[in-house]
């Protein structure tokens, strides 16, 4: 990404202590505080934020994304890509927000929320589906058209539920008074379309993060593992495999750094987010299928690291809209430029 020493800092970190003890624990429940405490101490939770040159600025993204890459490969079980955007959104409007995890509502695009200002505060209510860690969050952060408020998780009603890489996720349901400090309008070109394309930017990442590690994985895998007297990557079969997993991953990589690119100069944010979840959600599935044939059986076993990636690689790839959804957005947006403006379209970004 953008800057390599931020990118090699968050490697060691996450190397240090997102172990797979820990994570394990925290699939069973168990807040990783340590791992919490070291991440927030190193700065990484404002890298959004502080890189900004003003409010509403995404000059930070290139940071951001450098972390989410480096806890996509570690499997790294923190809200990190809703806190960097709750606190980004929060400082856009002026407001201060809360010591500890966010998170990030709305996940879907039928989720619909109602903010009005009355003289003593504001009045939010709504619905929303997949809010991640919202137990584990300090506050819960909704945009409503042109508005950000910050919710208390106390003040909602919640339905615990989990994907299927065991991360929390939950059913909100709110309507209530809020604090007239609570709720700001944000700058002019933040709404709920563009918080639903950065969310989904931040899960292209971490896909792209995890590939990667699942590519070492399996390589360093087919090396050792030796059959009828020699390494499993000398058979051409397997071989055939890995070259197109590594070609999914080495394709995933470019499209989330140019997406990543296009963001930070502010170029067709829609058309690039679009291209890298769509690209890099099909490379997942085809990814973690080759993985687990490589592995065999071993990949299956709890002890074994692969299913903490592939099992996110599922989960993320569903997670504000799967490829499906945007390719039919591209197609929207190519169509929409007529066949004159198909080339200048794609050479732009």
């Known amino acids: 990404m953008s800057d390599r020493l931020v990118r090699d800092s968050a490697g ?15 699939e069973s429940g168990t807040w990783p505080a340590p791992l919490w405490q070291a991440v927030s101490d190193a700065g990484f939770l ?7 040159e003003g409010p509403g600025d995404l000059s930070g993204i290139g940071d951001a994304a450098a ?23 929060l400082a856009s409007a002026g407001l201060t927000a809360p010591e500890g995890p966010l998170a990030l509502a709305p996940v879907e ?29 300090a506050g819960i952060v909704v945009v409503v058209g042109g508005d950000v408020a910050c919710l208390p998780p106390a003040a909602a009603a ?33 709404d709920p379309a563009l918080v639903y394309r950065l969310g989904a930017l931040s899960r292209a990442v971490l896909m792209a993060g995890a590939l990667d590690a699942v590519l070492e994985l399996t390589v360093r895998y087919a090396n050792d593992r030796v059959q009828f007297g020699r390494p499993i990557a000398k058979f051409q079969a397997i071989q ?3 070259a197109v997993l590594a070609e999914n991953v080495a394709a995933s990589g470019v499209i989330a750094n140019a997406a990543v690119e296009a963001v930070a100069r502010k170029s067709d944010i829609a058309f690039s987010v679009a291209v890298a979840k769509s690209r890099i959600g099909e490379a997942a ?7 687990h044939q490589v592995h065999g059986a071993i990949g299956f076993t709890h002890e074994h690291r692969l299913h903490h990636l592939t099992r996110r690689l599922w989960s993320w790839r569903d997670e504000y809209g799967v490829e499906s959804d945007w390719a039919m957005e591209l197609g929207r947006m190519v169509a929409s430029h007529g066949a ?8 732009v970004w």
Do not use: C, Y
């Open 12 to 26: 060691r970190l996450f190397g240090d202590l997102s172990t797979p003890a820990l994570i394990n624990a925290a």
């Open 46 to 52: 404002d890298a959004l934020a502080a890189g900004a």
């Open 67 to 89: 972390i989410l890459w480096e806890a996509g490969r570690f499997a790294v079980p923190l809200p990190l890509a809703e806190t960097m955007l709750g606190r980004w959104l």
């Open 109 to 137: 695009r039928d989720s619909s929320f109602l903010l009005r200002r009355q003289a003593d505060g504001w009045h939010l209510s709504g619905r929303a589906t997949g809010i991640a860690w919202p137990h584990q969050a």
């Open 158 to 190: 919640l339905r615990d539920d989990r994907n299927l890489a065991g991360e929390p996720r939950g059913d909100l349901s709110v309507d209530t008074l809020l604090d007239a400090k609570a709720a700001a309008p944000l700058v002019a070109g933040i």
């Open 240 to 242: 055939q495999q890995l």
């Open 285 to 291: 599935g085809k990814v973690a299928e080759i993985a």
């Open 340 to 347: 004159d403006g198909l080339w200048p379209l794609l050479t």
